[in-house]
């Protein structure tokens, strides 16, 4: 079989232990629409005309969820993979690197799918979140998650060469995650935070992802509010795209089956 | 020289750790369609062996070919070379979530020349078990699917570390059969083992390695000198128990026989086993 259509096969197999994994199921998805609840019913107030927390927070979660599902799942769980075996026993078939890694990025798109669904329904339906009408913002809304899902997973892959044991992984992986959503304008404002944040979150992705979803999802006169006074979408792209060879690169060069 | 017609061919192999050298110049032939068997105790270096001859870790210096490749880098290319070996490795516990059929199907996909995934699950004794859950399987029941997984793509080559570990007696006289049933197929089956007694059912060669080098190779009759070894015999005479050790038993029997008018009491003659033989070479070293 060729390379891609093993990555494809091996992409079917992991969608299927996902769903049988109940608390990776119940964790990866359900999570983030806890999150929204919680905040979406708590915070409501206003932070613009026309705008609402809950609206800026929903696009945030949107952004985040990527990072969920792809870097965080991944950095966790390939270690985890490699304490019980499942890496040694692969790496002794025919399985290519690149076949796992075409494997991991469909089973990430999955659940990234599915949790985009859940979240904007639950927003659309619950927070007053406005679905795009536009076919130009439905557009940027889908190079937004290709792109965003592509950089979450290959960081995902290249970040699990540094957990040193699966068991471990989780403490190392997951405050990165939290303290890059609060420095990001998941849960505050981000031009409500201090310079000094703003300029250490400007470095990573995700504040850039946040920032896209904004974009799709909230008023064009909204803009005007962000850090740099535009929705910056050329930036965007850059950043995602370098932040993607980076994580390519890293991932290839890192990427280990057994750890020696 | 490395001879490429050998399912493996190893000269002068070595590996350190740390300044320890694990593996300490190690030569070796295996014969295509041969068992061979390498014995030792824990931390003689055989698991490095094996897994430098699988391709997992990289030699320091020495020449090395398996199947005419080198592990390391096969000129053949990395999947083409994988697609004619198999591997059973040891304390494997993922995949807990699939069933053994869907696991065996999976895998078999991997390879060119895989054979029939039900036929397979059969082969290792897991036809009763092929939809439970691989969380469900017991240790055994679990060794039993990491065989079939390392058998499933038809390998020229096989390599087994410890593969009864956890197995009933039963499931090891099925497996051992297995194990004979593929090598009259031409497979070249490579064997690390504690047990002796699975070395001596099963090996056409057994090669006992000690701090990091292989001090002897012979067949499992001639291992140590146990083919020309005194045969031991005991018997009660006057009381108490006799010992003598003679090269010719049969005749220092009769002599006895005849000097104790006929029967003689609680008569043994023993050869040494394999396993005093080994016990004893890897004491003496």
Known sequence: MSIIGLGFLRGGLEIKQFLRQRESVVFTLAFPVILLFIFGSVFKNTIAPGVTFSQYFVAGMVASGLVNTGFQQLAISIPMSRDVGTLKRLRGTPMSPISYFIGKGIVVTAAMLFQVALLLGFGALLFGLHLPTSPALWLRFTWLIVLGSACSTVLGIAFSSVPKSGRGASAVVSPIVIILQFLSGVFFVFSDLPKWMQDIAAIFPLKWLTQGMRSVFLPDSFAIKEAGHSWEIGKIALILVIWLVIGTLASMRSFKWVQE | ?285
Request: aromatic share 6%; charged share 25%.
């Open chain 2, 1 to 285: 020289m490395t001879s490429s017609s050998a399912a493996i061919s190893v000269r002068g192999l070595r590996k350190s750790y740390d300044g320890v050298e694990v593996v300490a110049g190690i030569d070796l032939e295996v014969a295509r369609g041969e068992i061979f068997t390498i014995l030792g105790p824990n931390g003689a270096g055989k698991s490095t062996t094996v897994e430098i001859l699988e391709g997992y870790r990289k030699a320091d210096s020495g020449e090395l070919l398996v199947l005419g490749e080198n592990p390391a880098r096969p000129a053949s290319g990395e999947r083409v070379w994988r697609n004619r070996i198999g591997i059973v490795l040891q304390s494997v516990s993922d995949a807990g979530d699939l069933t053994v059929a869907e696991t065996v199907h999976h895998f078999a996909r991997y390879y060119t020349k895989a054979k029939d995934p039900d036929h397979v699950i059969e082969l290792v004794g897991l036809t009763e078990k092929a939809h439970a859950k691989i969380e469900t399987l017991s240790g055994g029941q679990r060794r039993r699917l990491d065989v079939a997984l390392g058998i499933i793509g038809s390998p020229e080559i096989l390599f087994l570390d410890e593969p009864t570990t956890g197995f009933d007696p039963e499931a090891r006289r099925a497996f051992w059969e297995l194990i004979r049933t593929l090598r009259d197929e031409g497979t070249t089956i490579l064997l690390t083992t504690h047990y002796l007694d699975e070395a001596q059912a099963l090996a056409d060669r057994v090669a006992v390695m000690l701090k990091g080098r292989i001090i002897e190779i012979a067949t499992p009759d001639l291992l140590g000198g146990r083919g020309d070894a005194l045969a031991r015999i005991s018997w009660s005479e006057g009381g108490t128990t006799q010992h003598s050790e003679s090269s010719n038993p049969t005749a220092f029997v009769t002599q006895l026989s005849t000097r104790l008018g006929g029967e003689i009491p609680d008569l043994t003659v023993t050869r040494p086993s394999l396993e005093d033989i080994y016990l004893r070479m890897i004491g003496e070293a």
